[in-house]
């Protein structure tokens, strides 16, 4: 027997089961891949497309061009600029120390705070820095760098700045309004944003465009009623005001009764829309449309107007006002200027509060509470404007005779300006109120008739008369066109009650006499030293009106004779 058939004989045999085993796993491994690959590739194709898209294609937000919003003669007021923010995928950045530190330094941020940023793999997407200056990203892109990308983006800018920062409002660092009519027109004005799908090579730059996902539409542009030389002669007078009396804020609003649009609607204090770094919640309130305030004496024309319309009065009636007060329930009624009797218009000349709560009191209630109510007191005024203020005008059935007293002459109920201008344009229009827009029209305002119209027009006279030497506003006066207003100053409201030392004064007025186009609404926040309506606001009308009938072309009715002016101590003082 040789060797090798020895060794064959000593081999050992596996047994069969054993090799079937193995066999079976094999192919049960196979099967399982092949059901994966099925399952992965059949199946459940979005995982891999994902991934497989996440490699060399991305999908990018395409910015929409905000519309821009211009005053009526089509002056840009607002208009949104290109700008470029930086982004990053963390997970393709790769960055050598020295080029941290430059992009770091460019950026205007720490080397921390930019690894902080680029530290979470699990985002896809990140901002480093929004809205920065071409120049910057000019040189961040001659960086090269790996998972470092531009992209264009839009700021909005003011070209007024604090002039009409309170009407326009602003928007945030989206371009998305957040004040103002950015945000009450944020829809037409905004526009949709678009996206489309781009391939990128290996080190992440963008290389083709794929498709248009969905395309951009542009926001639409939005002219205002607003003329912006009036708006600026506004402001400067208001800004003048509040430093001369050393006052705590101030605001005005001008409306052209022909058409129903606000010209001018200015406050102060006010701030930078385009700098907000240091803005507080006090400087953002738009004072013209949500304060509300006692409007005081200037309240009084609507009391005579509604007397007169009831038949009751003439403006030649005889008022019996002596001693120059009256009380009721414990609490006691006072004019500044006592007189015996005055008649209607003297009542609204002289300002007297007694005369006006012995109209009030011989009418309803219920009539003077549906005059108020119907003039858009206690509602707010529609005009698409955000946070605008109702007012306060409580039921006439809560009234006492003490409450419908002191309402006749601005006491116990409160307004804003935009609603007590608003109220005046009856005076202006024969008896109509006008609907007010902020959107330039070119139609007629057609308002709803609240009384007739000589009872507007002999309330308009009794007005005129007020700013006349002998009248409490005779400072309203101005040269070329014949005026009309009313005076107001109450306490103001502090802790539930009146501050003892603390005003506020008003003027709302009305020219030219013979043809009325404007109505001014002038209101000053705790004036320091003088307090009254007709030393501290009424300046400021009359500056105004005459810049506003002078811009708009309105023709003289009155002299362009200098005007005598009475001194302080001769100026008769509305009753607060």
């Given at each position: 027997?040789?060797?090798?058939?020895?060794?064959?004989?000593?081999?050992?045999?596996?047994?069969?089961?054993?090799?079937?085993?193995?066999?079976?796993?094999?192919?049960?491994?196979?099967?399982?891949?092949?059901?994966?690959?099925?399952?992965?590739?059949?199946?459940?194709?979005?995982?891999?497309?994902?991934?497989?898209?996440?490699?060399?294609?991305?999908?990018?937000?395409?910015?929409?061009?905000?519309?821009?919003?211009?005053?009526?003669?089509?002056?840009?007021?607002?208009?949104?600029?290109?700008?470029?923010?930086?982004?990053?995928?963390?997970?393709?950045?790769?960055?050598?120390?020295?080029?941290?530190?430059?992009?770091?330094?460019?950026?205007?941020?720490?080397?921390?705070?930019?690894?902080?940023?680029?530290?979470?793999?699990?985002?896809?997407?990140?901002?480093?820095?929004?809205?920065?200056?071409?120049?910057?990203?000019?040189?961040?892109?001659?960086?090269?760098?790996?998972?470092?990308?531009?992209?264009?983006?839009?700021?909005?800018?003011?070209?007024?700045?604090?002039?009409?920062?309170?009407?326009?409002?602003?928007?945030?660092?989206?371009?998305?309004?957040?004040?103002?009519?950015?945000?009450?027109?944020?829809?037409?004005?905004?526009?949709?944003?678009?996206?489309?799908?781009?391939?990128?090579?290996?080190?992440?730059?963008?290389?083709?465009?794929?498709?248009?996902?969905?395309?951009?539409?542009?926001?639409?542009?939005?002219?205002?009623?607003?003329?912006?030389?009036i708006q600026s002669v506004a402001f400067a007078a208001?800004?003048?005001?509040?430093?001369?009396?050393?006052?705590?804020?101030?605001?005005?609003?001008?409306?052209?009764?022909?058409?129903?649009?606000?010209?001018?609607?200015?406050?102060?204090?006010?701030?930078?829309?385009?700098?907000?770094?240091?803005?507080?919640?006090?400087?953002?309130?738009?004072?013209?449309?949500?304060?509300?305030?006692?409007?005081?004496?200037?309240?009084?024309?609507?009391?005579?107007?509604?007397?007169?319309?009831?038949?009751?009065?003439?403006?030649?009636?005889?008022?019996?006002?002596?001693?120059?007060?009256?009380?009721?329930?414990?609490?006691?009624?006072?004019?500044?200027?006592?007189?015996?009797?005055?008649?209607?218009?003297?009542?609204?000349?002289?300002?007297?509060?007694?005369?006006?709560?012995?109209?009030?009191?011989?009418?309803?209630?219920?009539?003077?509470?549906?005059?108020?109510?119907?003039?858009?007191?206690?509602?707010?005024?529609?005009?698409?404007?955000?946070?605008?203020?109702?007012?306060?005008?409580?039921?006439?059935?809560?009234?006492?005779?003490?409450?419908?007293?002191?309402?006749?002459?601005?006491?116990?109920?409160?307004?804003?300006?935009?609603?007590?201008?608003?109220?005046?344009?009856?005076?202006?229009?024969?008896?109509?109120?006008?609907?007010?827009?902020?959107?330039?029209?070119?139609?007629?305002?057609?308002?709803?008739?609240?009384?007739?119209?000589?009872?507007?027009?002999?309330?308009?006279?009794?007005?005129?008369?007020?700013?006349?030497?002998?009248?409490?506003?005779?400072?309203?006066?101005?040269?070329?066109?014949?005026?009309?207003?009313?005076?107001?100053?109450?306490?103001?409201?502090?802790?539930?009650?009146?501050?003892?030392?603390?005003?506020?004064?008003?003027?709302?007025?009305?020219?030219?006499?013979?043809?009325?186009?404007?109505?001014?609404?002038?209101?000053?926040?705790?004036?320091?030293?003088?307090?009254?309506?007709?030393?501290?606001?009424?300046?400021?009308?009359?500056?105004?009106?005459?810049?506003?009938?002078?811009?708009?072309?309105?023709?003289?009715?009155?002299?362009?004779?200098?005007?005598?002016?009475?001194?302080?101590?001769?100026e008769p003082r509305e009753s607060t």
């Open positions: 027997m040789t060797a090798g058939s020895v060794a064959a004989q000593g081999l050992v045999r596996l047994p069969v089961w054993r090799a079937r085993i193995v066999l079976a796993a094999l192919v049960a491994a196979f099967a399982a891949l092949l059901v994966r690959a099925v399952y992965l590739q059949a199946v459940k194709t979005d995982f891999l497309q994902e991934k497989g898209d996440a490699r060399y294609s991305r999908v990018l937000e395409m910015p929409a061009t905000r519309g821009r919003i211009t005053d009526r003669h089509g002056e840009a007021l607002a208009v949104s600029t290109p700008v470029k923010s930086i982004w990053a995928i963390p997970s393709d950045v790769q960055l050598k120390p020295t080029q941290r530190k430059s992009l770091a330094r460019l950026l205007g941020m720490g080397t921390r705070e930019l690894e902080r940023k680029l530290a979470e793999p699990q985002h896809d997407f990140v901002y480093l820095k929004r809205q920065l200056a071409p120049e910057t990203t000019e040189a961040i892109a001659k960086l090269a760098l790996a998972g470092i990308y531009e992209q264009r983006e839009y700021r909005r800018y003011y070209t007024a700045g604090e002039v009409t920062a309170h009407l326009l409002g602003f928007t945030d660092v989206e371009d998305d309004g957040q004040e103002g009519l950015e945000l009450a027109y944020e829809q037409s004005l905004g526009g949709r944003r678009g996206s489309r799908r781009v391939i990128k090579d290996r080190l992440g730059h963008i290389v083709e465009d794929v498709q248009s996902i969905r395309a951009a539409q542009d926001g639409v542009d939005l002219t205002l009623s607003i003329d912006s030389k208001l800004k003048a005001a509040v430093e001369r009396h050393r006052a705590k804020a101030a605001a005005l609003v001008a409306l052209d009764v022909q058409t129903g649009e606000v010209l001018a609607l200015a406050n102060v204090p006010s701030f930078n829309p385009n700098n907000r770094a240091h803005l507080t919640g006090a400087e953002l309130r738009n004072r013209v449309i949500t304060d509300l305030f006692e409007p005081g004496s200037t309240l009084k024309p609507f009391t005579i107007a509604l007397a007169l319309e009831s038949g009751k009065v003439t403006p030649q009636t005889t008022i019996a006002t002596a001693p120059g007060r009256m009380t009721l329930a414990h609490y006691t009624i006072r004019d500044v200027h006592p007189a015996a009797a005055l008649t209607v218009t003297q009542v609204l000349q002289k300002s007297s509060n007694v005369g006006a709560a012995k109209l009030a009191l011989a009418m309803p209630r219920e009539a003077l509470w549906d005059f108020y109510h119907r003039l858009g007191f206690g509602t707010a005024p529609q005009l698409g404007f955000p946070g605008a203020a109702a007012g306060r005008l409580r039921a006439y059935r809560s009234w006492r005779p003490i409450e419908q007293a002191t309402m006749a002459y601005g006491h116990g109920i409160s307004v804003s300006l935009i609603q007590l201008a608003r109220a005046y344009t009856i005076f202006a229009l024969d008896g109509e109120l006008a609907p007010l827009t902020l959107v330039k029209s070119e139609l007629a305002a057609r308002g709803e008739k609240l009384v007739s119209a000589e009872t507007a027009r002999a309330v308009r006279a009794m007005l005129e008369a007020a700013v006349q030497p002998g009248g409490t506003g005779p400072r309203a006066r101005i040269v070329g066109w014949r005026v009309a207003g009313k005076t107001g100053t109450a306490h103001k409201q502090e802790n539930g009650g009146y501050a003892a030392d603390k005003y506020i004064a008003s003027f709302v007025g009305l020219a030219p006499v013979s043809a009325p186009r404007v109505v001014i609404g002038v209101m000053i926040d705790e004036p320091a030293g003088d307090y009254y309506g007709g030393s501290v606001a009424a300046p400021v009308f009359a500056e105004v009106m005459q810049a506003t009938l002078r811009l708009l072309g309105v023709p003289h009715d009155a002299p362009l004779e200098p005007l005598e002016r009475p001194g302080a101590l001769d």
